[in-house]
């Protein structure tokens, strides 16, 4: 019968290949849910950003629509969820601060 003689290296070889299988998943899986979590972010920039454009154009577009008219006359406009009542006077250079800021 011949012995074996196990150095303490081959001992910790055995036990790193048989626990190698289920770090790798384990690994593979944390680098996995790293990546979800980096793309989720970065899809959250993309929403952020389209938001602050649409904003942008419609202040144009509100900019482009009130210019010409009366400054004396009556328009409403949304703050928050409640519309209130102002003048074109008022409003225009509200909407023109809105924009200015979208724009930092």
Avoid: W
């Avoid at 959250?44 to 210019?67: D, G």
């Amino acid at each position: 019968m011949q012995k074996f003689a196990f150095s303490s290296f081959d001992c910790y070889l055995v036990n790193m290949a048989s626990k190698s299988s289920s770090e790798n998943s384990e690994l593979m899986n944390e680098q996995v849910i790293a990546m979800y979590a980096a793309m989720r972010s970065e899809l959250n920039q993309f929403y952020s950003k389209i938001t602050e454009l649409e904003m942008e154009v419609m202040s144009n577009l509100v900019i482009k629509a009130i210019q010409p008219l009366d400054p004396s006359r009556r328009c409403y406009r949304m703050i928050g969820a409640v519309l209130v009542e102002r003048t074109v006077r008022e409003v225009l250079p509200a909407v023109h601060r809105n924009k200015d800021g979208l724009k930092r």
